[in-house]
């Protein structure tokens, strides 16, 4: 079992960056495919970006495709998202998964069978 941390989340005005951190315990994270979702409250948790165990693969919604990047360091076991130009419609609850299948993290109707979650960390935007 992997067990995540996220950091990093914040309330920001619109154009602002911010970097969200996952750190994982364990020994597997370098295995592991590591997924960015972000859920509002009443809708459906879903998949902003992803990121194979080597970083040579990459997956992101379209809404944040252009803004924001995913990236890891297996040496720290820690991935990251770097948000660019916030937008208001950023705003939600933003959660770090960790699977060892990628694309189980790109599919929305297995998104129960994901192995590992953190507890989520809330960015809000302000117009």
């Known amino acids: 079992q992997v067990d995540l941390m996220e950091s990093g989340g914040g309330m920001v005005q619109a154009g602002d960056s911010l970097r969200l951190s996952c750190a994982a315990s364990g020994r597997a994270f370098s295995t592991k495919a590591i997924g960015w979702f972000r859920q509002v409250s009443g809708k459906e948790r879903e998949v902003v970006a992803a990121i194979n165990w080597n970083g040579a693969t990459t997956h992101y919604e379209d809404s944040v495709k252009g803004r924001f990047t995913i990236s890891r360091d297996n040496a720290k076991n820690t991935a990251y998202l770097q948000m660019n130009s916030l937008k208001p419609e950023d705003t939600a609850r933003y959660y770090c998964?960790?699977?060892?299948?990628?694309?189980?993290?790109?599919?929305?109707?297995?998104?129960?069978?994901?192995?590992?979650w953190g507890q989520g960390t809330l960015v809000t935007v302000s117009s």
């Open positions: 998964a960790a699977d060892y299948d990628y694309s189980r993290l790109l599919a929305h109707e297995r998104i129960t069978y994901i192995e590992a």
